[in-house]
């Protein structure tokens, strides 16, 4: 059986068009190809015969029809559909005149004759809402605006083209029906061959232009093959000069879709674009009339519309870029994916995943996690474990830098074999556009390899900022180098009052070191205050020392060694009683630089396509990803102006991204986003800080609900931590006290917050945490019991245990 349904295959795929805006059935075939060669591989599941079997029957079915390129399809469903105008088209007296058929009766009828079915066809009504509501990806024939009279009739009994059975093809009786919900649809639709999903809208019967919706209106744009036109009005005259510009370009086609008023606030969403008619090229929104000359501009536009190797370019293989070409890959498209590790100035590099796997959540994480079991080992004995002397217990640094090393090597793999699987192609080169749908890719032998795509994703993130002084670049490590440092770090300086300054700062002292944090001011910059000011102090009463100051110069005593740290001088000036400022030093093994993080961009070549940039060096963009000045160009991640540096935004925004372009309306919601600073009490918090809270509503209608509290588990070895966990909630007194943000500093704050975030997202009030029943005994519970109004000049709080 196996063998014959990969014979089936392999017959299969010689037929196929090679051009890819030709071939419908290319995500069929790659998605049919692997059920089948994973069958052949050894330890393969076994394979799903009767699944290949529909999908080789769809495939063939699709390849033996002549009208087979113009139908947009579905590889999961093993089906393919129908635009209302391909409908249209397909339905015209002329089409079947020149097929020798009869005048056209009814459009159903009619669009069955067009259709290679031999038998099991099924249909369901469903309305549109249903349709979108059910994430039906699946909409295998779309026929909007039928009216029920033309169903009636003679057209009430289905043709059967293929000559086998009619039974239970009638479609009158469907359309008495109770309108089928989107599950029930999508189920009857993937069941059968053919299917027929249509809204039982009783509207006026086709031709004419129907107005859509607009998901509709979404879904056509995205899915254009060149060129749509999204307009609300009819207006000749504009329409004529936008395809007179399109027409220069080379644009020989292009879809006009004709939205309903009410449809204008959806598309402005999903769009970022304000207004119509807008023009969308390649699936990407370009605006109006306006817009579209300006991608005129350098020869942009002829350039896009030509035929290029790949649907999509994705430069940067960190959070952002991997999600978003593995989705990419998943719906369809034809996509690339280049990354590059430029090394250090200390020569550090690492494998495939960017900063979060390899230099930044996962290692900083799995150390801090070191730190926490060094106190637990303390707090055992007073829990009853009976332990060897406190000086036997010691800390091999070297350990844990192998095994964190050796868990992100295989990550590293993970992700390698996840491209693969996709059929994303994986370049390990760094990008530069050298045109405007041009890149070149360098690897590391310098081997110079040219791609070019439709359109381009940059998710390239950000690098460790040095500050300009002496021996910073010569002798200093940052948080890329840190993390796999062969030697134990030693007395440690670090430079930066960021939370990767502070993250390291704490766990480096939880695994013994002595360790140092020189900020210029402030902690936490856009952090709620208040408890960064509360950080500060339980780092410092852990021993952690603090110095008000910047480094002036670094010099080096001893050179480090592949087995040790060597020793550096550190030279800063420090403020007198006076006010007068006087240099002085102190010795270090090592100087942690982490006083912020760059944009990747500078050279990446961003004029070519006319990507605009901010004073940081990061892409301006849209709310929708998109660049501004480059509609084809798109940004996640931290590379995006705006957006939150954390690794869950940049996936979610990655893969949210190529739904959108292919036509879902889905967006990244990049407000009231939830993160943890993992300081040795971890920081968790979500919406506004309290002054952020006050700058935007007054003070007047902000209140703000605190307490100290006392986790259990501290109590019995009486943590020092127990006098720093402390929690608010940021509410807006005008507005039923609804919580603008929410602050926590305790053990284990990153699971707190990620559950409690879900009550911002809700628009939770005050009185629904008050209503919330607690779980006793956690510190998260401390959230359901909050009475106190912070007030200015408040006194100390003081925990008290349950
Ligand atoms: C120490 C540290 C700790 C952190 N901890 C957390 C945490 O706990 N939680 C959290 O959510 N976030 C954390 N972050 C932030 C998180 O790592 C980033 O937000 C996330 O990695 C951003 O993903 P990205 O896809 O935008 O970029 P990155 O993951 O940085 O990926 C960019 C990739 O693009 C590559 N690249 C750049 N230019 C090119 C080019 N021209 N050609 C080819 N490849 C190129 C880079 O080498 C890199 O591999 C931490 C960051 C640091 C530094």
């Given at each position: 059986m196996s063998k014959q349904v990969y014979k089936r295959y392999l017959r299969l795929v010689t037929q196929w068009p090679k051009d890819q805006h030709k071939n419908p059935s290319r995500d069929l075939a790659v998605y049919l190809g692997k059920q089948v060669e994973a069958a052949f591989a050894k330890d393969a599941p076994t394979l799903n015969a009767s699944l290949c079997e529909k999908k080789l029957n769809s495939l063939e079915q699709i390849l033996s029809n002549k009208w087979a390129d113009a139908y947009p399809h579905n590889y999961k469903s093993g089906s393919f559909g129908l635009t209302l105008e391909q409908v249209e088209q397909l339905t015209s007296d002329t089409s079947r005149k020149q097929l020798g058929l009869a005048p056209k009766k009814g459009i159903l009828k009619s669009l069955f004759s067009f259709l290679p079915i031999s038998s099991n066809r099924s249909y369901s009504t469903v309305s549109s809402h249903s349709l979108l509501s059910s994430r039906m990806g699946a909409v295998v024939a779309v026929l909007r605006g039928c009216s029920t009279k033309e169903g009636e009739g003679e057209d009430k009994r289905l043709p059967d083209p293929g000559g086998g059975r009619t039974s239970s093809m009638y479609r009158a009786s469907a359309m008495e029906e109770r309108g089928a919900n989107g599950k029930e649809a999508f189920k009857k639709a993937t069941e059968a061959k053919v299917a027929v999903v249509f809204t039982g809208q009783k509207t006026e019967a086709l031709p004419g232009k129907p107005k859509t919706d607009a998901w509709y209106a979404l879904y056509r744009a995205h899915n254009a093959r060149k060129a749509a036109i999204c307009y609300l009005e009819e207006n000749e005259e504009e329409k004529k000069r936008i395809t007179s510009i399109l027409h220069e370009a080379g644009v020989t086609e292009m879809e006009e879709i004709l939205v309903k008023e009410s449809a204008l606030p959806e598309i402005e969403k999903y769009t970022g674009l304000k207004g119509m008619p807008i023009v969308f090229i390649k699936g990407c929104p370009v605006g109006d009339e306006s817009a579209v000359r300006s991608v005129v501009e350098g020869g942009r536009l002829s350039e896009w519309v030509k035929d290029h190797e790949y649907d999509l370019i994705v430069i940067g293989g960190g959070s952002g870029g991997l999600a978003a070409a593995k989705e990419a890959a998943s719906l369809g498209w034809k996509v690339a994916c280049l990354d590059f590790v430029k090394p250090s100035p200390l020569g550090t590099s690492w494998g495939l995943g960017g900063t979060c796997v390899n230099v930044g959540c996962i290692p900083k994480k799995l150390m801090h996690q070191s730190a926490l079991l060094g106190h637990s080992i303390n707090d055992a004995r007073s829990f009853g474990w009976k332990l060897p002397p406190k000086a036997e217990i010691v800390h091999d640094w070297k350990i844990l830098k192998q095994n964190v090393q050796d868990h992100i090597g295989s990550l590293n793999w993970g992700y390698r074999v996840a491209l693969r699987e996709k059929t994303v192609n994986y370049v390990n080169g760094y990008g530069v556009f050298t045109g405007t749908h041009e890149i070149s890719a360098t690897d590391k032998k310098g081997k110079v390899t040219k791609l070019t795509a439709d359109r381009f994703l940059l998710a390239t993130g950000l690098r460790p900022r040095y500050p300009e002084i002496p021996g910073a670049k010569e002798y200093c490590v940052t948080s890329?180098?840190?993390?796999?440092?062969?030697?134990?770090?030693?007395?440690?300086?670090?430079v930066g009052a960021s939370y990767v300054s502070l993250e390291c700062a704490g766990f480096l002292k939880g695994m013994g070191y002595d360790v140092s944090v020189m900020v210029r001011s402030i902690l936490l910059r856009g952090f709620d205050q208040d408890i960064a000011e509360r950080i500060r102090k339980q780092m410092a009463d852990d021993g952690i020392k603090f110095v008000s100051s910047v480094p002036t110069r670094v010099e080096e005593l001893e050179p480090r060694t592949k087995e040790s740290a060597g020793r550096l001088k550190v030279y800063f000036n420090l403020k007198k009683e006076d006010g007068t400022e006087e240099e002085t030093s102190e010795e270090f093994n090592t100087v942690l630089i982490a006083i912020g993080r760059d944009a990747v961009t500078a050279d990446l070549g961003l004029n070519l396509p006319g990507v605009r940039m901010d004073k940081n060096g990061k892409i301006v963009g849209r709310r929708t990803e998109?660049?501004?000045?480059?509609?084809?160009?798109?940004?996640?991640?931290?590379?995006?102006?705006?957006?939150?540096?954390?690794?869950?935004?940049?996936?979610?925004?990655?893969?949210?991204?190529?739904?959108?372009?292919?036509g879902k309306m889905e967006l990244t919601d990049y407000d009231a986003i939830p993160t943890t600073v993992f300081t040795p009490l971890e920081y968790g918090c979500c919406g506004l800080s309290e002054e952020a809270a006050i700058a935007r509503f007054g003070k007047e209608d902000v209140i703000v609900y605190h307490n100290v509290f006392l986790p259990?588990?501290?109590?019995?070895?009486?943590?020092?931590?127990?006098?720093?966990?402390?929690l608010k909630l940021v509410c807006r007194a005008s507005d039923h006290d609804r919580i603008l943000g929410f602050h926590i500093l305790c053990p284990s704050a990153g699971e707190v917050t990620q559950g409690f975030g879900i009550a911002l997202k809700l628009n939770a009030k005050k009185e629904d945490f008050d209503t919330l029943i607690g779980i006793h005994p956690t510190v998260a519970e401390n959230f359901t019991t909050l009475t106190l109004v912070k007030k200015e000049g408040d006194e100390e709080l003081k925990a008290t245990g349950c």
């Open positions: 890329d180098d840190l993390f796999s440092l062969p030697y134990s770090p030693g007395k440690t300086l670090c998109q660049s501004f000045t480059c509609p084809y160009v798109y940004a996640v991640g931290d590379v995006l102006s705006g957006c939150p540096e954390l690794t869950p935004v940049a996936i979610h925004a990655g893969r949210a991204l190529m739904r959108r372009l292919k259990l588990e501290y109590t019995v070895p009486d943590r020092k931590e127990k006098e720093h966990c402390y």
